[in-house]
């Protein structure tokens, strides 16, 4: 396909307000960044499990009363098929992994072996979808990428505190690449809704997962809403609203007044203050060896996701959108 002649989105070419801008890209720099930790502040005294049901039952419910108020139509069946499948993967694979795990892994560790994502995608594609051979410039990124992985692991959070924390760690890894797979079956399946009304079918099938997985471990047996900290209700909020909500409407307004490329920058941008807010914020450990293999995972990234010409180089920055709500 000749991007070169596809019809830009609405918006692009004019001026908006700088004002505008400035917010939109702080809401998915900084807020999306914080969702890592407002996390683990949340399952501090929530069933892990049950707070992803009712966080992403409640954001999506607001977000398919957004699309139906704008004029969206009701999904298919085979719409709401699309979206259970694509929806499972995406929340409660890849964001379950996270939030199951940062029970014993460091929110900051956690959110720079999500920035794994796209060295899965171009594998996975490469392999089962488009079968383009990745450059070199790409299989580079891969090998620095997961080298960068070998070097985390190990490290104060990951691994070096005991099984616990090497089983967080390996389960983020099998969460990003569910995520993948869910970007992926996204991205080509066909008759899927609109992007609003598509991530809201995926949050109310994630949630519903969510709910049973949650009632099957037997989450709800001793839970008691009054054991629930005021930290921990503070943050689940925060995530509906600011994660969810406000990040996700800033990230598509961003989509249709600047290239896509500026927009995915977010994806270099979250570990690094998910890294610092859990830092300075809950006292996560900040290592030399950390810091190097962020620098080294990120730079993967960067190699990979700025490729041009390359189908899944043009997606691949975009493919977080769900995970960092």
Not at 18 to 37: E, P
Not at 177 to 205: F, K
Request: glycine share 12%.
């Amino acid at each position: 396909m000749d991007t070169s002649k596809a019809p830009r989105p609405a918006g692009i070419g004019e001026d908006p307000p700088l004002v505008a801008l400035l917010l939109a890209f702080a809401a998915i720099y900084f807020i999306w960044g914080s969702t890592n930790l407002a996390i683990r502040f949340a399952i501090e005294t929530m069933p892990p499990l049950g707070m992803a049901a009712g966080r992403f039952l409640i954001a999506g419910m607001l977000m398919y009363a957004w699309a139906r108020w704008r004029g969206a139509p009701h999904p298919t069946l085979d719409q709401w098929k699309g979206g259970a499948i694509s929806g499972s993967l995406l929340l409660a694979g890849g964001n379950g992994a996270v939030v199951v795990a940062e029970q014993w892994v460091p929110s900051g560790l956690v959110a720079l072996l999500v920035a794994t994502v796209p060295l899965w995608m171009v594998v996975l594609d490469a392999t089962f979808v488009s079968h383009l051979r990745p450059s070199v410039s790409e299989t580079s990124g891969l090998i620095v990428g997961f080298l960068g992985v070998g070097l985390l692991a190990g490290s104060p959070g990951v691994g070096g505190g005991g099984p616990e924390e090497l089983f967080g760690a390996v389960l983020v890894l099998g969460g990003s690449l569910c995520w993948a797979i869910g970007s992926l079956v996204s991205r080509y399946v066909e008759n899927l809704p609109r992007p609003t009304m598509l991530v809201a079918t995926q949050m109310l099938s994630g949630s519903a997962v969510f709910a049973i997985l949650s009632l099957g471990l037997g989450e709800y047996d001793s839970f008691t809403l009054s054991r629930v900290s005021s930290r921990s209700w503070w943050a689940f909020v925060y995530l509906v609203i600011a994660g969810g909500l406000i990040g996700y409407a800033a990230y598509i307004w961003l989509l249709t007044v600047v290239p896509p490329s500026r927009v995915g920058t977010y994806a270099y941008v979250n570990p690094v203050v998910a890294m610092l807010l859990g830092w300075s914020l809950a006292g996560e450990p900040l290592t030399f060896r950390s810091g190097l293999a962020a620098v080294i995972i990120l730079a993967s990234v960067v190699v990979i996701t700025t490729r041009p010409n390359r189908k899944m180089a043009r997606s691949v920055g975009q493919a977080s959108e769900e995970w960092t709500t």
